[in-house]
């Protein structure tokens, strides 16, 4: 567990001496070998605030691959596990604009301000609102989603509703929350716009927005929960408080969306997202002209930073057929296998399956985009002398090996193989009917 934030250390770190002291905590390693060093460093200079410097250059540093401007956030590890990735919030803050114009977006567990950054950011949006009922994690979104230019702006780590947002943001009047007019210098990251920032509670309405966001947490003091009555809020409290309401809910990839549908009546679209081939989450879209269905959202970064993404949805044809391997073996990306949109895929691409309950798919080509592998042999069996003795005959040194239908751990397998050769190759393991099958083949390439 990372160090416990109070609302004095984010006022610290706020303050032109914080700032100071964080450059220079920056500047240390921070590696296993370093830390006695580097804390005993820390601390004879900022003691009793080294402690809160060094988690937050720490946290920087693991949300530099994730979040936008990790450099200047404030932010827990808690909260940085649970923030969504920028591009992803991103992309969602595009489609609540072009979905509703103009709409006021209430995020209900802002958390840091992690999507609330990109919200503001998006200029279809008449007006943006984050509420939460951690103090310390809503001072830091006031950080987050507020650069001041002048070191000279005295900075107040109160959660505060500020006028500099637009006026068309529905608040209710709430007389715990102050009032704060923020300085002209002052501007959102990426915009020129300020969020409205409350302490409230997610299941108690306080503002008439005209779309919700929520983001119920999936961790607790002992781990990660998975139940749905385990999240704070509860996933279900969070749909019955804002039913009939135009609703955007964040959970977890592995969120079994059917039982949702089946035995608490959600009507809405499922969208799964993946980045760089990671699935990062499964998003709940609900409230009037939302039509039920399921989506998959594929996000991948070029070389150059551009995010490229496409989209499939459950409204396309499925109709493929099931026969023997064409010349590639393609791994669907895990999106479209979490949004059951497999057969969907592969009837846009012209591919078609080597078995109904199989996510493998098989073609003559690899869409544009996509990672294929092109098939050198197919084997008779997953027995570890037959793999063995087929990889040597390849000259077969270093593998990748993806398995489907079968209990095979990759990475021991790799080891009880012991391959001493020099070529690279994969190794698809799977099942075809009842019998497993494996095949040797060269490695993934993406095509395109």
Not at 296 to 308: H, S
């Amino acid at each position: 567990m990372g160090y416990r934030f109070g609302v004095d250390d984010v006022a610290f770190l706020r303050s032109r001496h914080g700032a100071k002291a964080l450059e220079m905590v920056s500047a240390l390693p921070l590696t296993d070998r370093s830390m006695l060093a580097d804390v005993t460093e820390a601390r004879s200079r900022y003691a009793p605030h080294d402690a809160a410097l060094i988690e937050t250059v720490r946290c920087r540093r693991r949300a530099a691959g994730k979040l936008c401007h990790a450099d200047d956030l404030l932010l827990t590890d808690d909260a940085l596990q649970q923030a969504t990735a920028s591009p992803v919030a991103g992309h969602r803050a595009t489609e609540i604009a072009t979905r509703w114009p103009g709409a006021v977006v209430h995020d209900v567990t802002c958390s840091i301000g992690g999507e609330l950054i990109e919200l503001a950011a998006v200029p279809g949006i008449g007006g943006v609102i984050g509420s939460d009922l951690d103090r310390v994690r809503l001072a830091m979104a006031r950080h987050n989603t507020v650069v001041q230019q002048s070191t000279g702006v005295q900075q107040s780590t109160g959660v505060q509703q500020s006028t500099g947002v637009q006026q068309n943001t529905g608040v209710q009047q709430n007389t715990g929350v102050q009032q704060n007019t923020v300085d002209p210098k002052s501007m959102a990251i990426g915009t020129g716009r300020v969020p409205t920032l409350l302490v409230a509670d997610a299941l108690t309405p306080t503002s008439r927005a005209d779309v919700f966001l929520a983001d119920p947490a999936r961790r607790s003091g002992t781990g990660r929960v998975f139940r749905l009555d385990a999240l704070t809020p509860p996933l279900l409290d969070v749909l019955m408080t804002y039913a009939g309401r135009p609703l955007v809910v964040k959970c977890a990839p592995g969120l079994d969306y059917q039982v949702l549908r089946d035995r608490f009546g959600f009507a809405g679209q499922v969208q799964v997202t993946s980045l760089d081939s990671s699935v990062r989450e499964a998003c709940l879209w609900s409230g009037p002209g939302i039509d039920d269905g399921r989506r998959a959202t594929v996000m991948r970064t070029d070389a150059d930073g551009t995010v490229r993404v496409w989209e499939i949805t459950d409204a396309e044809s499925d109709d493929v057929a099931v026969g023997d391997p064409g010349t590639f073996l393609l791994d669907p990306d895990g999106a479209v296998v979490r949004a059951g949109l497999v057969r969907h895929y592969a009837h846009r691409h012209g591919l078609w399956q080597i078995d109904p309950h199989i996510a493998y798919l098989t073609g003559d080509s690899v869409p544009d985009g996509e990672r294929g592998f092109r098939i050198i042999e197919r084997l008779p069996s997953t027995g570890e002398k037959v793999l063995r003795k087929a990889l040597a005959s390849y000259d077969c040194g270093s593998l990748e090996i993806l398995v489907r239908g079968l209990d095979v751990d990759p990475d021991s397998l790799r080891k009880r193989l012991k391959l001493k050769g020099s070529r690279p190759l994969a190794l698809v393991l799977t099942r075809i009917g009842r019998k497993g099958v494996g095949f040797v083949c060269e490695p993934g390439v993406r095509a395109g």
